[in-house]
T-cell receptor, first 116, second 110 residues
Framework: GAGVSQSPRYKVAKRGQDVALRCDPI?????LFWYQQALGQGPEFLTY????????KSGLPSDRFFAERPEGSVSTLKIQRTQQEDSAVYLC??????????????FGEGSRLTVL | DAKTTQPNSMESNEEEPVHLPCNHSTISGTDYIHWYRQLPSQGPEYVIH???SNVNNRMASLAIAEDRKSSTLILHRATLRDAAVYYCILTVINAGKSTFGDGTTLTVKP
């Protein structure tokens, strides 16, 4: 498909389990963003990649959250030892945007994580 | 990061224009104003963006105040499909990220 693809769409984890969420951005998009969206709230920025470089990880809530984009394309958001407060929709967006240029973000449909 | 303020909710009648306001009094000179909307169970969708001048595209118009401390998203004829949460956000140019608030929930009545 031509859009941003995220998998899995739904994930249920027991508290303490590790999870990995995958994002396939639009081909050729340099920038990739991860956002966390709690129920009824707006998306909260987590981290930003330009190619394989993670330029901003200021939004990651704790050291249990880790994101990578090793080849500058597919990205994985990993959450270790999940807690109930991690339950949210995790949104990935890609863009041709480089720092200094304001391009539109293309979002995937998100991965809904429920931690029991 | 500069913040935006939007009303929590607005209502409109179908086929009437809708003006969605946004205040951003702490905007800096190089911040772009972006609007996105989000339908239930979907990711946000880009609507429009601008810097200083008013902008038009097939979806909407963006009116930016002369002092840039506020802006208005204009949907010229609301349809039921326009019912969504609308986010006004400022893009931090040199950081790349965009900071969302809680948005305005638009209800369109038939």
């Amino acid at each position: 498909g031509a859009g941003v693809s995220q998998s899995p769409r739904y994930k249920v984890a027991k508290r303490g389990q590790d999870v990995a969420l995958r994002c396939d951005p639009i081909s050729g998009h340099v920038s990739l963003f991860w956002y966390q969206q709690a129920l009824g709230q707006g998306p909260e920025f987590l981290t930003y990649f330009q190619n394989e470089a993670q330029l901003d990880k200021s939004g990651l809530p704790s050291d249990r959250f880790f994101a990578e984009r090793p080849e500058g394309s597919v990205s994985t958001l990993k959450i270790q030892r999940t807690q109930q407060e991690d339950s949210a929709v995790y949104l990935c967006a890609s863009s041709t945007r480089l720092a200094g240029i304001a391009g539109e973000l293309f979002f995937g449909e998100g991965s809904r994580l429920t931690v029991l | 990061d500069a913040k935006t303020t939007q009303p929590n909710s607005m209502e409109s009648n179908e086929e009437e224009p809708v003006h969605l306001p946004c205040n951003h009094s702490t905007i800096s000179g190089t911040d772009y104003i972006h609007w996105y909307r989000q339908l239930p169970s979907q990711g946000p969708e880009y609507v429009i963006h601008g810097l200083t001048s008013n902008v038009n595209n097939r979806m909407a118009s963006l009116a930016i105040a002369e002092d840039r401390k506020s802006s208005t998203l204009i949907l010229h004829r609301a349809t039921l499909r326009d019912a969504a949460v609308y986010y006004c956000i400022l893009t931090v140019i040199n950081a790349g990220k965009s900071t969302f608030g809680d948005g305005t929930t638009l209800t369109v009545k038939p």
